[in-house]
């Protein structure tokens, strides 16, 4: 039997000055979330360091046609100790209308353990079964489904800014600017779909679901770590557009086993049902053998086969593919069973040393400017220094040398804790 220690990814902020690869043993997996805080629209330096906070203007959407006059570069981030910003605009003049009182140092936030997601409604039973669930300390019902923002297909969360903001990180939890912009009906759009997606910050943008269609404001860009959300609005405007009431949950169950938590839920809910992991757990189980010879060999064939087609944001095959689901995409030609973000994909193995890297080895990288810890890109290793990758939006899948600035580190995919994990 292997005992694997399963360690956040908050934890790689206090050994910066290392490689996280080179910090970790092949004994090691992550699987576990958390919610990340990672405001991109302005940068607040304090002392020697900085912090990220949104900074919106407030008012009507009549008000929004205009807002490009209020753009303005942001200060130079010379303190922020992950370098400057690479989206330098903010909508300025701040007017907060949401101001809900927080307590400082994180007292009376909750520990996240689970989100489930559901096409379907949650019946007030199924609710019961869960509060019931060893170890749940408390729940939180969403909104959650899929929109088009500007045409781009996007997993959306609908939620009461009130009795969400205690759910997040205390950074997240602390800024009313960004409780202000959602509450009064804009949309904070995650970094990785507000850069690869080019949605306009500050600019109205259409949001539908179905056939309801609503004008929204982009007022930030916020990536909360809940892996492949890629908005978040207020609970009212995701139903104004049509989505399903109660189709989400946020469990809290902090001295719970959260795999067995996340078995539990599942049986409740059925295969209609998806839950994400959001915090640290310890696996104790069989080792296993990873991907077998056959595996590596298949998948890296149908990578190669995908050679020369184009990026989309959201893409996951067979014509078009964004990194992530360009993974996903050829390990299920090999018969393997992968989640499909980037960030959950990190989750799916030991990670080990680069310099032990082999091909079918999976490599990651951290390019969100105010997050050094989020995961929102992926790569497949070749050997020789080498990887084939779907890079981004406007280019094609292609090889290319691994390239190590914002590296995050290396995995060895199990095929076992990947399905498990999809």
Not at 21 to 39: D, E, K, W
Not at 281 to 305: K, M, Y
Not at 325 to 343: C, D, K, L, N
Request: a positive charge; aromatic letters at 6%; glycine letters at 10%.
């Amino acid at each position: 039997m292997s005992r694997f220690r399963l360690p956040r990814l908050g934890q790689a902020g206090a050994h910066a000055a290392e490689p996280w690869c080179a910090r970790r043993s092949v004994g090691t997996l992550l699987a576990g979330r958390r919610l990340v805080a990672a405001l991109v629209v302005l940068t607040v330096a304090t002392n020697a360091s900085a912090v990220a906070a949104v900074v919106v203007r407030q008012g009507s959407h009549a008000a929004a046609a205009s807002a490009s006059a209020n753009l303005a570069p942001l200060p130079p981030a010379s303190a922020d100790p992950v370098g400057p910003l690479q989206a330098p605009v903010a909508l300025n003049t701040p007017h907060p209308l949401y101001t809900p009182h927080l307590p400082k140092h994180g007292r009376h936030l909750v520990t996240a353990t689970l989100l489930i997601t559901r096409s379907v409604p949650l019946g007030h039973h199924a609710v019961r079964r869960l509060k019931r669930l060893s170890g749940v300390h408390k729940i939180q019902m969403l909104v959650a489904g899929h929109a088009r923002v500007e045409g781009h297909r996007a997993f959306v969360l609908g939620v009461d800014p009130t009795t969400f903001r205690p759910w997040t990180p205390p950074l997240t939890a602390d800024s009313n600017p960004l409780w202000s912009s959602i509450a009064s009906g804009d949309l904070a759009a995650s970094f990785d779909m507000g850069q690869n997606a080019n949605l306009p910050l500050g600019g109205t943008v259409p949001v539908a679901n179905s056939s309801d269609v609503a004008p929204m404001r982009i007022g930030a860009f916020a990536s909360v770590g809940m892996a492949g959300v890629d908005a978040v609005i207020s609970g009212k405007r995701a139903l104004q557009i049509g989505m399903a009431p109660r189709t989400g949950v946020l469990i809290s169950a902090p001295k719970a086993d959260p795999l067995q938590l996340r078995r539990d839920a599942l049986h409740i809910l059925g295969r209609a049902a998806h839950a994400e992991l959001l915090r640290e757990v310890i696996i104790t189980r069989d080792a296993g053998e990873f991907l077998t010879r056959l595996q590596i060999a298949n998948f890296l064939r149908a990578a190669e086969s995908r050679v020369g087609l184009p990026y989309v944001w959201g893409a996951a095959g067979p014509a078009s593919f964004d990194c992530s689901g360009f993974v996903q995409w050829a390990f299920a030609y090999a018969g393997v069973r992968m989640p499909r973000v980037s960030e959950e994909q990190w989750l799916t193995g030991p990670h080990i040393p680069y310099a032990d890297a082999r091909p079918g080895d999976l490599l990651f990288w951290h390019y969100d400017p105010t997050d050094p810890t989020d995961i929102d890109h992926v790569g497949i290793y070749v050997g020789n220094g080498e990887m084939v990758v779907a890079p981004h939006t406007g280019e094609y899948v292609r090889y290319e040398p691994v390239p190590f600035s914002n590296f995050a580190g290396v995995v060895r995919v199990d095929p076992v804790l990947g399905g498990e994990l999809s």
